[in-house]
């Protein structure tokens, strides 16, 4: 079956610092979304990004779809962008979009 | 706000109650979903609907039972549930069944079945 893989799962950082998390996915994708779940469940869209580059702010992602991966990187990392980010591909093969299991970041002040 | 609204925000049931979630969506979109979330797991599809059919059902137990009476509109039924069926329900909305633009996810719901 597709499969999709985030890593690290968890992640532990200072204020200020810069990270960048991974998501492997196995088939050709039409579209990818990163999220961001706050602690109180809300799943807010950061970027649609099936290829190539975009930034938001202090967001940016990158997908490479012939290597099948997508990449979010974070700078100066502020204590409310704890949280767990997850990667959704889509595929057009299937009817839905699947989720990975998130990386669960946490900024400490 | 993204446009999904879910109500209500937290839920505490027992197990023979019936209840319902509901799912508003202001977005002008013509498929919404139904995700289940529980602790430790992915987010797990129950429900597709598309122009008010649904159009798939994972093999989701007959406890649960949608309803979409138009495109805006999203429901979920409860009725007999189980303490595991305690979880985050999330209802989310996309333009069609493509995807093109991507999901956009309500609040959801926080059910706890005592």
């Known amino acids: 079956g597709i499969q999709v893989e985030q890593s690290p799962p968890d992640l532990i950082l200072q204020e200020g610092a810069n990270s960048t998390l991974r998501c492997n996915f196995s088939?050709?994708?039409?579209?990818l979304q990163w999220f961001h779940q706050n602690p109180w469940g809300q799943l807010i869209n950061l970027f649609y990004?099936?290829?190539g580059t975009k930034q938001n702010g202090r967001l940016s992602a990158t997908t490479v779809a012939t290597e099948r991966y997508s990449l979010l990187y974070i700078s100066s990392s502020q204590t409310t962008d704890s949280g767990v980010y997850f990667c959704?591909?889509?595929?057009?093969?299937?009817?839905?979009?699947?989720f990975g299991s998130g990386t669960r970041l946490s900024i400490r002040p | 706000e993204t446009g999904v609204t879910q109500t209500p925000r937290h839920l505490v049931m027992g197990m023979t109650n019936k209840k319902s979630l509901k799912c508003e969506q202001h977005?002008?979109?013509?498929?919404m979903y139904w995700y289940k979330q529980s602790a430790k797991k992915p987010l797990e599809l129950m429900f597709v609907?598309?122009?008010?059919?649904?159009?798939e059902n994972n093999s989701v137990p007959s406890r649960f039972s949608p309803e979409c009476p138009n495109s805006s509109h999203l429901f979920l039924h409860l009725h007999t549930l189980q303490p595991e069926d305690s979880a985050l329900y999330l209802c989310?909305?996309?333009?069609?069944?493509?995807?093109?633009?991507?999901?956009?996810f309500g609040s959801g719901t926080r059910l706890t079945v005592v």
């Open positions: 989310a909305s996309s333009q069609d069944l493509n995807r093109v633009q991507g999901y956009t």
């Open positions: 088939d050709s994708v039409n579209n």
């Open positions: 990004i099936p290829s």
């Open positions: 959704a591909p889509s595929y057009s093969s299937a009817s839905k979009i699947i």
């Open positions: 977005l002008g979109h013509n498929a």
């Open positions: 609907y598309s122009l008010e059919e649904r159009v």
